[in-house]
């Protein structure tokens, strides 16, 4: 692509390049990037991780959302109180839509909302976010995608779970643990949290947002329609042989191939990491079912049958997922309704690919983030 394509191509999405300050000036010692990973680990201790509360959106009327009731106590992430006070949710005066196709299952069995057992690299290949938005500390759901880059990971998100509307601000801190499930973090210990999972953690050194997402000054109908996000991961994990210095891409460990069209088989898997009501946040919990749309919407969102919670937001809905197998990235969870025991998500296409494709052509000089505004609790 010539440099004039690619300004042009980069007029459709927003880039927090320095993603730690919420700017996009380049400081004039940064520092390198294995120091500023390291300092974004030493970040979220366990504390911090504790006080990370699920950040999602509940639909309450026509072009109208508020974040939703925050749990008071659970798992990992979701066991303290929020730092910032947030909106509860008023109950819903909508009623719940009806699935407009159907199909027959092709995964490891019709569900509104279990625990993944079937093994797999599916686990692998979803995780847990934990970031921060002004003093408070959120958690969310990603997914690996698959790329042709060597020196980063692209992690597909929720792009509430990357940028806040009601600041005009990108999140800092932005860190991703893959196969939270297999080793959730005691965080009564005295263990540090990254190195206690089975994997470690993976920082962000670039998030993406598109412009139909951050142009809109609150979560609304027009944002929803591209809530989608992606973030760029350097080398991380805890593979390095007691060294203490990252060694792997995430996408070492499994990743998925994204589309930008229609759905093909009708029926999708959708996976997060729930930490709100009857879930703790440390469980890979899975919906499948066929995929419907919200007529409440006019049609423009899919929908799925799932009772996933807060802290889901921004896991991956898999089309063509058989068992524990292959699985293209169609959508993602990005909010609901009260009462109503169903997922919805975005419509990928064109403007997702851009998004995709700026997390992919982000330059080197930008993906050094400066040092942080975030302060401690």
């Known amino acids: ?82 730092i910032t006070t947030t909106t509860t949710t ?15 299952s092709t995964g490891a069995g019709a569900t509104t909302g279990s625990s993944w057992n ?29 790329d042709n ?3 980063r990971s692209i992690v597909l998100t929720a792009g ?34 990254c190195g206690s999972t089975v994997h470690g953690c993976w920082t962000a050194t670039s998030l993406v947002a598109h412009s139909g997402f951050t142009s809109q000054t609150r979560f609304n109908d ?31 460990l499994g990743s998925h191939q994204i589309a930008f069209n229609n759905i093909d088989s009708g029926v999708v898997d959708a996976f997060g990491y729930p930490a709100a009501q009857k879930y703790k946040g440390n469980d890979l919990v899975y919906c499948e079912g066929p995929i419907g749309f919200d007529f409440r919407m006019d049609n423009d969102t899919y929908r799925i049958a799932c009772d996933m919670t807060g802290g889901s937001s921004g896991g991956p809905w898999l089309d063509d997922f058989y068992g524990a197998a292959g699985g293209i990235l169609t959508s ?5 309704y009260t009462g109503d025991q169903s997922m919805y998500g975005p419509k990928f ?15 080197e000089d930008f993906k050094v983030p400066p040092t942080t505004t975030t302060t401690s609790p």
Not at 90 to 104: E, G, L, R, V, Y
Not at 332 to 336: A, E, K, P, W
């Open 1 to 82: 692509m010539n440099q004039r394509g690619l300004r042009g191509f980069l007029s459709f999405v927003v880039i927090l390049s320095a993603v730690l300050a919420g700017s996009a000036t380049k400081p004039a010692n940064p520092g390198s990037a294995s120091s500023e990973h390291q300092r974004i680990i030493d970040f979220w201790t366990n504390e911090r991780v504790a006080q990370a509360i699920p950040r999602d959106f509940i639909k309450t009327g026509p072009n109208q959302y508020q974040l939703a009731a925050q749990p008071t106590k659970g798992g990992p992430g979701s066991n303290k109180r929020p």
């Open 90 to 104: 008023p109950p819903s005066t909508t009623t719940a839509p009806s699935t407009t196709t159907t199909a027959i």
């Open 118 to 146: 079937g093994g797999g690299n599916i686990a692998d290949t979803t995780g847990k976010v934990l970031f921060a938005m002004g003093s408070s500390y959120y958690v969310c759901s990603a997914s690996v995608v698959t």
């Open 149 to 151: 880059a060597s020196d």
């Open 160 to 193: 509430h779970c990357v940028y806040d509307q009601a600041t005009g601000q990108f999140a800092t801190m932005w860190m991703y643990i893959p196969n939270y499930d297999a080793k959730p973090a005691r965080l009564s210990t005295g263990d540090t949290f």
């Open 222 to 252: 027009a944002a929803v329609l591209h809530d989608f996000g992606f973030a760029v991961l350097g080398l991380g994990g805890n593979h390095s042989g007691g060294s203490g210095d990252p060694k792997v891409l995430v996408e070492t």
């Open 332 to 336: 993602l969870n990005s909010y609901g």
């Open 349 to 363: 296409d064109a403007k997702t690919e851009a998004a995709y494709t700026a997390a992919l052509t982000v330059e």
